[in-house]
């Protein structure tokens, strides 16, 4: 395909794109319609069916790019100061940076349709890099993968949704902080731990 066609189509998408986050924030996703979107993108019917079924297929195919912002933060998090270059959650810092940054959009969605199909895509992306992550660094198979990589996946969207319901004047780094305390060291620090602990017998041979 001609170079100019390329990027005559990927400005039709840039704009379809804008259209779509900048009328999610005056009328919110459920209330739109296709017509709504290429009139805000002052784009034909056509094209816009040229490049996507409906506003969905178009909410979806944002998500590409956060999948690249993604891999390229993790791929990066070694360099960061205290990073583990064994990091099965090398995508959080940057996810909640993100949502930061998007959070008035993703409050229009919560709730409707967008807001499903938000969390599969999210939950799609972050399942596939937290896969590969614990390809390398998960030594003990005593608990199943993918079991693993579902509780940290499920872990993020609860902090995700709690944070923008409950405490939205949070800093991105501070939820990363407790996510990513509970992830990695679980319940033991907050609970002592003393599940495997037996206290010695008394000296009368009983227990005290």
Do not use: C
């Not at 178009?58 to 993790?74: T, V, W």
Request: no cysteine; charged share 25%; hydrophobic share 40%.
């Amino acid at each position: 395909m001609p170079r100019g066609i390329d990027r005559r189509a990927a400005r039709t998408r840039k704009a379809l794109h804008q259209a779509l986050l900048a009328l999610m924030l005056r009328k919110g996703y459920e209330a739109l319609s296709v017509q709504d979107i290429i009139d805000e993108a002052d784009v034909g019917r056509s094209t816009f069916y040229a490049h996507y079924t409906g506003k969905e297929d178009l909410l979806r195919s944002g998500f590409q790019m956060l999948r690249q912002e993604l891999k390229e933060a993790q791929s990066a998090a070694p360099a960061t100061a205290g990073a583990s270059h064994d990091d099965p959650l090398g995508f959080s810092t940057a996810m909640f940076e993100h949502a930061a940054r998007y959070a008035d959009h993703y409050r229009t969605m919560i709730g409707g349709r967008g807001g499903a199909v938000t969390e599969n895509e999210i939950r799609l992306i972050l399942s596939e890099m937290v896969r590969q992550e614990l390809s390398s660094t998960l030594r003990d198979d005593t608990i199943p993968r993918d079991f693993v990589v579902q509780f940290i996946v499920g872990a993020f969207l609860t902090a995700l949704n709690w944070w923008f319901e409950r405490k939205p004047g949070l800093l991105p780094s501070e939820v990363d902080a407790m996510f990513r305390s509970l992830v990695l060291d679980g319940l033991s620090p907050l609970i002592g731990d003393e599940r495997g602990r037996t206290d010695p017998p008394a000296a009368n041979g009983h227990a005290e």
